[in-house]
């Protein structure tokens, strides 16, 4: 308010209104800012209101100046120099960018001819360069300055190394380019050309480091954000078009390719097929920019994962903008690929994969057809093929031979045609141990042995197929042919442990032999040669010649020297039990009437019938050791030996009980084999993972899925134990006779199935299914007819839930075609017994047992007295 | 992982190669501060060593499992000379 009391316009004092336009400035609201300094400096009319005025002039031809509007900043220039010529030296370096960037480059660089040119013109001037001078040929050709003049000279240096950087790659030596100083206006420029330089050398890190050191205010640091982009990093603004193409043509963008494949890793873990081949799709596109050398190999692997997955072709190929190249390559990742769905069905896509490779890799020059390389990929063909189920590979086979009956077409499925094919191309000891264990396994005695004749014959100098034909001879009581062999063993490696060995327990079988031909005055001799080896008198051998020589003395029946050799047996084995069960046993072998009265286990002491289990080890271990494991061992004795283990067990050491769990496993005695298990499990230790091996073998048949469990268990523990024989052991058991190759446990459902295992140490014989597995257990067997079959089970999943009183009743007359029964007995009745007989065989029961439950006490002692045999 | 990888080597290693990054990588993993990783370099080493078990590496070699981002580990990356023109326009700001 004024003193007269008239309101007047309020106008803000002059520092106040300053302060307002500086800060609309600093707002970037420069047109503002230069209408109120307009209007101030009206008012005003002072030196200060110019400066202020002259300044939003500057900051608004700046502002046209970044949007490139340099017609309108060039105007607005010439307008305020002529409305304020005394202002000149205030506009002097938004001039210079002006004259700079509006290409009158002459205008700019002329004062640099003056030589009263004030320093802080020249400064000016030479910022402008700094910020604003892109085209080095029109600097280093301004005809304005002399040729000499050092900025002519450094922006034709740089011009030439900018051009050669960026056509072809030169020597780090190329970008010293000395001539241009480190104060120089064009300094950023030898960053640039330098940083250029090594991207295109692949050294990247100096390319990062050159680009960190350009001023972020110069004229080459517009390239910046490319040069990142091209380098993979991920740009905070997003690029000029200009220079995304730069990108895209210079090398493409490798973060938006490592962006694009991360996200279709992402898709995989997801299960929808059209998130996959959207991301597939980008991932294939970003690719084909950025690096089309790998594009085929994307392909490829998406292409795998798609066909394993069970995608459609159609829409995988139309994702992929095209088929994918079906080379040896593609084979080898779609073999590698089914190989590691762990489904036993996809096995035969992976063998078929893996011909497809062979074929693939020869016509690609990879290997030639007949070399090491392809006998190599038919071993690991060979090893995949005996994982398909038969039935699988019979389905397999009957639909894709084009021609029935023909196998040549679909070899690859089976494992002997692959294994052939390799020990023929490249016939050394591995391969051919391989395909004897595997020929062992599953297709017995002959055709391992005749494997193991190709061994031989291809490679003579080995020992394994020579002692193999020989227990093989031995085994079939060939024993000349077995001397044959031994006789080419010992020429190969004669003081071989195995080989030594091999003697004594060929020369044993042939005194036993020779015992059962009653021919005593061979059997002497031999026995005589065995007693030189010094091998026979290590360990419980001597007892083993000893009780021989009693055989022998019997038939010669020189009753002192029986006398004789039975104390010597006797005092060998410390005790009269174990030594009566070894000579019972012999004599057995030889096929002649038992020259030693075994007593009853009823009859023993107590202490003797303590004693049992410990005699019976020992004798099984030896007989073992001596290769007569068909010694005979009464039924009588294997019960109470297993009654006294389930009682007492302490006196035993582990390996016994692992001879009397063997013991009861070859017998088909449950009940040992059970109790043994047990007692084994107990120990603990380094060896229960033998044991519950051993109680996965002695199980009843009945228990497949228990023991199946228990072998894949053994499996895993083995494994983590890296104990490689009991490992092969269990897969054996479980892909041979258990048929559940496909069952495989964590290591804790491992050691669940050992802690249920322990917890059970009674065998339950009649209704007893052990522990309960159905946490573990979520049908991982296979299902189909001939693996339940061979299993146990019905054949038909559903066979086992059909109730009792719908099935067929059996057909007796078929049941008992060509089987002599008592004339009196009626055929339910005999029905009825060969069920009862058929459990009691499961469970382990002894004869003498079954027949007193039967027929009564004393039935089995009737049958012995008759003369009938166990 | 197989052989070859886990040795940080290519398909053409030869013998003095294979050797030296195996000290190498048992330098980085000594057995008594990494026994698993000696365990497995020990394994990688002893396979390219046996001239069977080698080929046979090197015919099974792929993973088809691996992350697809792996794809560009080690590959160089694409760099074309494409002359001083698109650098120059980005230059002009355009």
């Known amino acids: 308010m004024s003193q007269s009391g008239k309101a007047v316009p309020f106008d803000p004092p002059a520092t106040a209104a300053e302060a307002s336009i500086r800060q609309l400035i600093a707002n970037g609201k420069y047109k503002t800012a230069l209408d109120q300094a307009k209007d101030n400096h009206k008012k005003q009319s002072t030196a200060a209101s110019e400066a202020l005025l002259l300044d939003a002039y500057a900051a608004r031809i700046q502002s046209l100046l970044a949007q490139n509007l340099l017609r309108e900043a060039q105007a607005l220039m010439d307008l305020v120099c002529e409305r304020f010529p005394a202002g000149r030296g205030r506009l002097e370096s938004i001039g210079a960018s002006v004259a700079a960037r509006t290409n009158t480059l002459d205008d700019l660089l002329r004062p640099l001819n003056d030589p009263q040119l004030s320093p802080e013109h020249r400064e000016a001037i030479e910022q402008a360069v700094r910020k604003e001078i892109f085209d080095l040929s029109a600097l280093a050709a301004c005809p304005v300055l002399p040729p000499e003049h050092p900025l002519r000279q450094a922006a034709s240096s740089l011009d030439r190394a900018f051009r050669m950087v960026t056509t072809d790659a030169v020597e780090e030596e190329a970008t010293r380019l000395p001539e241009v100083s480190r104060r120089s206006p064009l300094a950023p420029w030898k960053l640039l050309v330098r940083a250029i330089a090594a991207y295109y050398r692949g050294d990247l890190e100096a390319c990062r480091e050159q680009l960190d050191a350009i001023p972020a205010d110069s004229a080459p640091a517009r390239l910046v954000p490319a040069m990142r982009a091209m380098l993979g990093a991920q740009s905070s603004s997003p690029l000029s078009p200009a220079a995304k193409a730069l990108v895209q043509q210079s090398g493409g963008d490798p973060a938006a390719l490592r962006r694009a494949l991360e996200a279709l890793d992402r898709a995989w873990t997801g299960d929808s097929p059209r998130t996959v081949l959207s991301a597939a799709r980008t991932a294939v596109q970003a690719c084909r920019e950025t690096a089309p050398g790998l594009l085929d190999r994307l392909k490829q692997h998406i292409s795998v994962r798609c066909a394993v997955a069970g995608f459609d072709r159609g829409p995988v190929v139309q994702a992929l903008g095209g088929a994918t190249r079906h080379d040896a390559h593609f084979q080898r990742l779609l073999a590698r690929a089914y190989e590691e769905t762990g489904d036993l069905e996809d096995i035969p896509g992976a063998c078929s994969a893996w011909e497809e490779f062979r074929q693939a890799a020869i016509k690609e020059g990879w290997f030639p057809p007949d070399g090491t390389e392809v006998a190599t990929l038919y071993l690991h063909m060979a090893s995949l093929a005996c994982k398909i189920p038969p039935h699988l590979r019979d389905v397999l086979s009957g639909g894709m031979v084009p021609k029935k009956g023909s196998r040549e077409a679909v070899y690859f499925l089976w494992p002997e045609a692959l294994y052939q094919r390799a020990c023929a191309l490249d016939p050394h000891t591995e391969a051919f141990s391989e395909w004897l264990d595997r020929a062992r396994e599953d297709s017995g005695q002959a055709p391992a042995e005749r494997v193991a004749e190709q061994w031989h014959a291809a490679c003579p100098t080995d020992l394994e197929p020579v002692l193999f034909l020989m227990e093989g001879a031995a085994a079939r009581k060939a024993f000349p042919t077995a001397l044959k062999y031994l006789a080419q063993a010992e020429q190969i490696d004669g003081v071989h442990p195995q080989v030594r060995r091999a003697r004594l327990r060929l020369m044993a079988g042939g005194i036993l032999r020779h015992i059962q031909q009653k021919k005593p005055h061979l059997a002497i001799a031999k026995l005589d040669a065995l007693a030189a080896l010094p091998e026979a008198h290590q360990g419980d051998r001597p007892a083993f010649l000893a009780a021989l020589r009693f055989l022998i003395h019997v038939l010669r029946a020189d009753m002192q020297e029986m006398d004789a050799a039975q104390a010597e047996t006797e005092r060998l084995l410390a005790g009269r039990v174990p030594a009566k069960l070894l000579i019972f046993g012999l004599a057995m072998a030889a096929k002649q009437l038992s020259p030693v009265v075994l007593d009853s286990p009823g009859m023993l002491t107590p202490p003797q019938r303590a004693a049992i289990p410990a005699a019976l080890a020992r004798v099984v271990a030896l007989a073992k050791d001596m290769n007569s494991a068909s010694i005979k061992i009464p039924q009588s004795y294997i019960d109470s030996a297993a009654q006294q283990l389930a009682g007492n067990s302490a006196s035993l050491d582990t390996a016994q009980i692992q001879v009397l769990a063997e013991a009861g496993v070859n017998a088909d005695h449950c009940n040992l084999a059970y109790t043994a298990s047990a007692a084994g499990l107990q120990r603990g230790g380094a060896s229960e993972a033998r044991f519950l091996l051993l109680r996965a073998r002695g199980l009843p048949e009945r228990q497949f899925r228990r023991r199946a469990l228990c072998a894949a268990a053994v499996v895993q523990i083995a494994r983590q134990n890296r104990d490689t024989e009991l490992l092969e052991k269990a897969a054996n058991l479980l892909r041979g006779p258990l048929r559940s190759a496909e069952l495989e446990l964590t290591p804790a459902q491992a050691a669940e199935v050992l802690r249920k295992e322990k917890a059970e140490p009674e065998f339950l014989a009649r209704s007893g299914e052990g522990p309960d597995y159905r946490d573990i257990l979520k049908e991982k067997l296979c299902n189909c007819p001939e693996c339940r079959r061979a299993r146990g089970e019905a054949p038909d999943s559903f066979a086992g839930e059909v109730e009792d009183e719908f099935e067929d009743e059996p057909d007796l007359d078929k049941l008992f075609a060509g089987m002599p029964l008592p004339p009196d007995m009626p055929k339910d009745v005999a029905a009825m017994i060969l069920e009862e007989t058929r459990q009691a065989v499961e469970r382990g029961e002894s004869l003498e047992s079954l027949m007193s439950r039967l027929f009564g006490p004393g039935a089995s002692r009737r049958s012995e007295k008759k003369g009938r045999r166990r | ?94």
Not at chain 2, 1 to 15: F, K, P, Q, R, T
Not at chain 2, 47 to 53: A, F, I, S, V
Not at chain 2, 56 to 75: C, I, K, N, Q, Y
């Open chain 2, 1 to 94: 992982m197989d052989a070859l990888e886990i040795l940080g080597l290519s398909d053409g290693a030869g013998e003095e190669e294979i050797r030296a990054a195996y000290l190498r990588k048992v330098k980085e993993h000594p057995p008594e501060r990494s026994p698993e990783e000696f365990e497995k370099i020990r394994d990688a080493y002893e396979t390219l060593r046996d001239p069977r078990r080698r080929m046979r590496a090197l015919l099974l070699a792929g993973d088809p499992t691996v992350p697809l981002v792996s794809l560009l580990d080690g590959l160089p990356p694409l760099r074309r000379f494409v002359g001083p023109g698109p650098w120059l326009e980005v230059l002009k700001g355009k």
